[in-house]
């Protein structure tokens, strides 16, 4: 009796282990492709965009956030502020990033998030000055 309880509780363990497993292969991905894993070139620069208008709501206040960006969707109105000189950014960034080899771009710009890291140092110095 004790080895037929014993071969039960092996057998439901290795099913918690295996059942969730086969599961992940079931949403029709290709291996090493995940989703999410590729953000895609606008997504970067509008990542870029909304870290520059956290950081400026964060530093000079709310009020003073929606006074210059017209109180309704304020938050909005700063990321599309932003997005031209991302776009620039990102459309420059891509062909640096394609001119050179892949391990010297991530060399310069760091091995995650390169073209984001990139986008973010060529608007630094074009992002709008907070009043």
């Known amino acids: 009796m004790r080895k037929i309880v014993l071969a039960l509780v092996a057998v439901a363990a290795v ?3 295996v059942v969730p497993a086969v599961s992940l292969g079931a949403h029709g991905h290709k291996a090493g492709h995940h989703r999410g894993h590729h953000r895609g070139h606008a997504r970067a620069a ?3 965009a909304v870290d520059q208008c956290r950081t400026e709501r964060s530093k ?7 006074a ?11 990321v599309k502020a932003h997005l031209p000189a ?9 062909a640096e990033r ?11 710009y760091g091995e995650r998030h390169a073209l984001r890291t990139c986008i ?3 608007t630094a110095g074009s992002s709008t000055p907070a009043s």
């Not at 000079?60 to 929606?66: D, H, K, L, M, T």
């Not at 991302?86 to 891509?94: H, I, M, P, S, T």
């Open 15 to 17: 099913a918690v282990l």
């Open 46 to 48: 509008r990542h870029a």
């Open 60 to 66: 000079n206040g709310v009020a003073a956030f929606r």
């Open 68 to 78: 210059k960006y017209k109180t309704p969707h304020a938050f909005r109105n700063c």
């Open 86 to 94: 991302d776009r620039a950014a990102a459309k420059q960034c891509r």
């Open 98 to 108: 394609h001119s050179t080899r892949r391990t010297a771009f991530r060399a310069k």
């Open 120 to 122: 973010e140092r060529a």
